[in-house]
């Protein structure tokens, strides 16, 4: 059963930092292109970041470019999501997907709430 188990959300003031993690199981994570997709209230899901199966090649939205980082540690079957200088409009549930992904896939895990907020 493929499992991804998102962690590392909360509350940041603006301009402050976190960082997410996304445990993977059920399936061999070092073969597939992974994704953070977040999601916030009343709107549709927006592909934030995606990362090669080897880590070397990376994408960004433009919404979050030069100040988030995505990368992957295949011998632990996890990815990251750096954010830096975050924005009150950062705000959602941020959730990792494997690639190919499309909403019509929904989600598997729950996701992690991040909230950007003074």
């Known amino acids: 059963e493929v499992q991804l188990q998102a962690s590392g959300g909360g509350l940041v003031q603006p301009g402050g930092s976190l960082r997410l993690s996304c445990a993977a199981s059920g399936f061999t994570f070092s073969n597939f292109a992974m994704s953070w997709v977040r999601q916030a209230p009343g709107k549709g899901p927006e592909r934030v970041s995606t990362?090669?199966?080897?880590?070397?090649?990376?994408t960004y939205a433009d919404s979050v470019k030069g100040r988030f980082t995505i990368s992957r540690d295949n011998a632990k079957n996890t990815l990251y999501l750096q954010m830096n200088s975050a924005k009150p409009e950062d705000t959602a549930a941020y959730y990792c997907?494997?690639?190919?992904?499309?909403?019509?896939?929904?989600?598997w895990g729950q996701g992690t709430q991040v909230t950007v907020s003074s």
């Open positions: 990362i090669d199966s080897g880590g070397g090649g990376t």
């Open positions: 997907a494997i690639e190919p992904w499309v909403p019509a896939k929904g989600f």
